[in-house]
């Protein structure tokens, strides 16, 4: 009993460990921490920060696979004992935690293929209101919440810089800050166009709706080739709306600036001083213009932010149906289910991961 998965859980960890090879990556660690004790190191303040933020992910890499390994080592010492003793109470406590370690050791092969620049760092996530009027508002509230629970999920935490409300329910647009292991590299298969079929609770006769919304999803960046000219920025204050208490709603505390050059606009409103959401607000605008950069070719912005595009029937990469029947599935790997209210409660897992195998270096 459970003897196949655990073999090949020990196959699936070997061949992690194989192409790993951690003894490599210690010897590796040891002649990057020798150098960052040699004099004159810290001269170089980017060098050195780049080279610490090295060693610390080469760190966590090797801790994650051996807490994984012995995780394993243990389940299978379990198992045998067990077997050994004919335990069938010990026995029925290994499948949840053979499946925490199959989960487990999916999600770090995966994080292991990732090579982009920003993979490994942090994320803004911005959703916006499509064709649908009122229900696209609603929809895009309904993102909102989604994806705030899937961050809760992963253990990331998730910050609401801005929130726009809607007309009469839900929200035009909002941005999070994602902070987490890996969180751009998680999120990215997210960007694009989100669609929900459903019966309108905002129409009396309660007729089927079509709405969409759109999620963009760009990379922290803390250092950056260029720089804003402050002459290049129009910045406007405002009064706050939405949740926050009686200080949002008396003092012009909200941010937007927008670079004129290109007119992208960012807002933020939720801290408390003008001051924070304006520091904020150019640490949003900055990595935007730095996704710019990487994208010269592009011509609106739309292209700029990767694959939007119009919020509208046909450009959707993910539908969500609540009626007339029950399903959630992905138009570019069709991965699907049809346990739609686990999906909307943060549940993404499985679609995260099927559009991150269809990636560049993918694993097999």
Known sequence: MYTEQLDQLRQALAKIGDSLDPASIEAEMTTMQESMAAPGFW????????????VERKKSTVQRYRRLRDELDDI????????????EAELSTLPPRLAKLERALREYRIELTFSGEYDSGDCYLSINAGAGGTDSQDWAEMLLRMFGRFCERKGWNATLLEA???DTAGIRSATLEVKGSYAYGNLKGEQGVHRL????????A????TSFAAVSIIPVVEETTFKIDPKDLRIDTYRASGAGGQHVNVTDSAVRITHLPTGIAVSCQNERSQLQNKDSAM???????NELLHQQQAQQLEE???????NEW??????????????VKDHRTGHETGNIDAVLDGDLAAFVEAILEQLPNSPS
């Open 43 to 54: 001269d170089d303040r980017k060098h050195a920060a780049a080279i610490s933020q090295q």
């Open 283 to 289: 640490r949003v605008l900055t990595a935007r213009l």
């Open 76 to 87: 299978d010492v379990l198992h045998q004992m067990a077997l050994e003793a004919d335990d």
């Open 197 to 204: 079929v459903r019966l309108s609770p905002f129409d009396s």
């Open 314 to 327: 046909g450009s959707q990469i993910r539908s969500y149906v609540l009626h007339p029947y029950q399903m």
């Open 304 to 310: 700029i932010q990767g694959v939007l595009r119009d």
């Open 164 to 166: 726009s409300p809607g």
């Open 206 to 209: 309660h007729r089927r709706h």
